[in-house]
Nanobody, 115 residues
């Protein structure tokens, strides 16, 4: 059973930084893309950033220049380094991993940015 566990969320003041981590376990296959999504109250889940197994990245326009996604293929982990956080970044952040053409999700971690 594939499991994704996120960590690193919390409360931070505007302008601050947080680092989210995602660990994947239980996979018999290689992990293709990994990514971070977020969902704010009353809004749809949206892409934050993704990274392929080769390290190619895609970012939402709203986080470009502030967030950095990275991964360690040997440890099956992905991180999201977030700087210059804004109140509008407040959301539940979810990690996803595409394995054997299936998408698996973590349980989410809350990020709250106070003004």
């Amino acid at each position: 059973q594939v499991q994704l566990v996120e960590s690193g969320g919390g409360l931070v003041q505007a302008g601050g930084s947080l680092r989210l981590s995602c660990a994947v376990s239980g996979s018999r296959f290689s992990i293709n893309a990994m990514g971070w999504y977020r969902q704010a109250p009353g809004k749809q889940r949206e892409l934050v950033a993704t990274i392929t197994s080769r390290g190619n990245t895609v970012y939402a326009d709203s986080v470009k220049g502030r967030f950095t996604i990275s991964r360690d293929n040997t440890k099956n982990t992905a991180n999201l380094q977030m700087h210059s956080l804004k109140p509008e970044d407040t959301a539940v952040y979810y990690c996803d991993a595409v394995i054997d053409y299936r998408t698996h999700w973590g349980q989410g971690t809350q990020v709250t940015v106070s003004s």
